[in-house]
């Protein structure tokens, strides 16, 4: 049994689950929410975790909460700014230099519904955090995803991709501007990657899988006024109708660890709406079913990012 807050989940039925001993993952965003609650659960089973995290002093935080329920996990704390390609660049060359393998890369952290603004390489926050960050960061690691066998790249979508829409033509949001709009824009375009990469990956042959998912409708720390928490009345609110972070998690850890899956399929709850409930298929919107807009995507990602992937052997 695994405990996921005070959610107790068997993963009995998992085969496999003891080969992910000592294995090596990255959890971007680690420090709190969905997270935090993953790498409770994939360090539990042996893994590894590195969190990925903007604020050192928060992963170490957080990383001191694991070692208090697990004193026998194995966690480290390196800074990265998804908002930001030179933290990026440099995260994945600090990384590589101590490790030399990667099993595991959950790209997870993501910012919600700020006023507009930009990353410090004047793309759209939203965008630029969420899917450019995450789009170079997995770029830069692909050298060691693909010598690690079996290696698994998760990305986190959101229900908000639903009805949502890639504008090409205002991507910088310089032609007008809508918070929510615009971070649907950016889990599209999460989910969009995650299927392209999948798809490339087996065209070149590769045991790694890509695999999306979401957690519903989950209470974190992604609901801020900008970079302000929000008011105290929302938040208890929020706890009160929405799924904890601790069950969010599940489909994190349910696409990251099950091996019936194949790669390219999309992770989330099972309840009314997609809202809440424990993991299992779900189905795209047809927006992110689009094969030319994949490609654009990706296309238009290496040439803003300058992150090339190579898939040569």
Not at 11 to 27: F, M, N, R, T, V
Not at 238 to 243: A, C, N, S, V, W
Not at 246 to 270: F, M, N, R
Not at 285 to 299: E, G, T, Y
Request: aromatic share 8%; glycine share 10%.
């Amino acid at each position: 049994m695994v405990f996921l807050g005070e959610y107790e989940v068997d993963y009995s039925g998992a085969d496999g689950l003891e080969q992910l001993s000592e294995k090596i993952a990255i959890i971007t965003g680690a420090n709190s929410g969905i997270g935090l609650e993953a790498a409770k659960v994939l360090a539990s089973l042996g893994l590894h975790i590195v969190m990925a995290v903007r604020n050192i002093e928060k992963g170490h935080n957080a990383r001191n909460v694991i070692l208090e329920s697990d004193s026998e996990a194995q966690v480290s704390v390196m800074e990265l700014d998804l908002a930001d390609l030179v933290s990026v660049r440099a995260f994945a060359k600090n990384f590589q230099s101590q490790f030399d393998s990667l099993s595991l890369l959950i790209n997870n952290a993501g910012v919600l519904g700020p006023p507009y603004s930009k990353t410090e390489d004047g793309f759209e926050l939203q965008f630029g955090s969420n899917h450019l960050g995450h789009f170079a960061l997995t770029g830069l690691l692909l050298p060691l995803l693909k010598k690690t066998p079996h290696s698994r790249v998760v990305s986190l979508s959101s229900l908000a991709h639903k009805g949502a829409r890639i504008d090409f033509d205002n991507l910088d949001g310089s032609k007008g501007y809508k918070a929510m709009k615009f971070y649907g824009q950016s889990k599209l375009a999460n989910l969009l990657f995650a299927q392209e990469l999948d798809k490339r990956f087996k065209e070149h042959g590769f045991s790694t899988l890509s695999v999306a998912c979401h957690p519903g409708i989950s209470a974190t720390n992604i609901f801020k006024i900008g970079k302000r928490d929000a008011p105290q009345f929302l938040k208890s609110f929020m706890h009160t109708i929405l799924q904890p972070p601790a069950l969010g998690a599940l489909s994190t850890v349910y696409a990251a660890t099950d091996l019936q899956l194949k790669g390219g399929e999309y992770i989330g709850p099972d309840g009314k709406g997609r809202r809440k409930g424990y993991p299992a298929l779900d189905t795209p919107d047809a927006s992110a079913r689009n094969p030319v807009v994949s490609q654009k995507l990706w296309d238009v990602s290496e040439k803003l990012t300058g992150v090339k992937f190579d898939f040569s052997r």
